[in-house]
C-alpha cells in the first residue's frame, strides 16, 4: 500500500542555517506530494504541495521537488528562523481517491 | 469563512463513557476526514466520507463510528471509550480530486484523555 517514510527527529539548529527534511513515499499510481506544518497547540496548515513528476513546491522560503525516479520530496530551506519551529509532516494523495498518508512528523527547534 | 470547526477542544472521560467529536465545515467540501495523532506516529486515517451519506473505514477504524447527514457536518462517535483512544483527533476537508484542488483544510483538534 502507500506509505510515507521522513526522517527522524528533533532536528536542531541555529537561526540562518539551512534546513533539509528527507520525505520518501511509496505509491501504487501517481500520486499528488504535500508538506504540511503543524505549530504547536495548533491543526496542520499546508505549506507547499506538487502534483506531477518534476513539479517543484515552494512558499515562505521552502522548497519540495517531486522526484519520481528517487520517489523523494525532500524539504528544503536556505535560512531558517526561530518562527519556522514546528512539526513538518510530509504527506501523499492517491490520484483518484483523495485518501491522505502522512508521514510520522519531523520536530523542527531553531536555536538564536 | 470559519473553514473547519471542532468542539470541544478539550474532553476527559472515562473508561466505558461515549462520546460525539463534532467537526463542521462550510467551504461545501466533499470529502471529510478524521485523523488521530499519536507521538510517534504521525496521523491514522480513522474514517472518511466522499460525500452525504457515503462513509468509510480508514487505517484505524475500531471503536469508532461515523456518519455524514449533511454536507457540512461529520461527527465521530466513541461508544465505549479505551484508554487507547486517548489521543489528539483531527477533522480535515477538501475539495474532490476532480474540482483541481484538493489539499486538507484541517481544523484545531480535540485532545481527548480516557482515564
Known amino acids: 500500500g502507500d506509505s510515507v517514510t521522513q526522517m527522524e527527529g528533533p532536528v536542531t539548529l541555529s537561526e540562518e542555517a539551512f534546513l533539509t527534511i528527507n520525505c520518501t513515499y511509496t505509491?501504487?499510481?501517481?500520486?499528488?506530494l504535500f508538506w504540511y506544518v503543524q505549530y504547536p497547540g495548533e491543526g496542520l496548515q499546508l505549506l507547499l504541495k506538487?502534483?506531477?513528476?518534476?513539479d517543484k513546491g515552494s512558499n515562505k522560503g521552502f522548497e519540495a521537488t517531486y522526484r519520481k525516479e528517487t520517489t523523494s520530496f525532500h524539504l528544503e530551506k536556505g535560512s531558517v528562523q526561530v518562527s519556522d519551529s514546528a512539526v513538518y509532516f510530509c504527506?501523499?494523495?492517491?490520484?483518484?481517491?483523495?485518501?491522505?498518508?502522512f508521514g510520522s512528523g519531523t520536530k523542527l527547534n531553531v536555536k538564536p | 469563512n470559519a473553514g473547519v470547526t471542532q468542539t470541544p477542544k478539550f474532553q476527559v472521560l472515562k473508561t466505558g463513557q461515549s462520546m460525539t467529536l463534532q467537526c463542521a465545515q462550510d467551504m461545501n467540501h466533499e470529502y471529510m476526514s478524521w485523523y488521530r495523532q499519536d507521538p510517534g506516529m504521525g496521523l491514522r486515517l480513522i474514517h472518511y466520507s466522499v460525500g452525504a451519506g457515503i462513509t468509510d473505514q480508514g487505517e484505524v477504524p475500531n471503536g469508532y463510528n461515523v456518519s455524514r447527514s449533511t454536507t457540512e457536518d461529520f461527527p465521530l462517535r466513541l461508544l465505549s471509550a479505551a484508554p487507547s483512544q486517548t489521543s489528539v483527533y483531527f477533522c480535515?476537508?477538501?475539495?474532490?480530486?476532480?474540482?483541481?484542488?484538493?489539499?486538507?483544510?484541517f481544523g484545531p483538534g480535540t485532545r481527548l484523555t480516557v482515564t
Open positions: 504527506a501523499l494523495s492517491e490520484l483518484y481517491f483523495n485518501k491522505f498518508y
Open positions: 480535515a476537508s477538501s475539495y474532490s480530486r476532480a474540482r483541481g484542488s484538493y489539499e486538507q483544510y
Open positions: 505509491a501504487t499510481g501517481y500520486p499528488s
Open positions: 506538487a502534483t506531477k513528476a518534476d
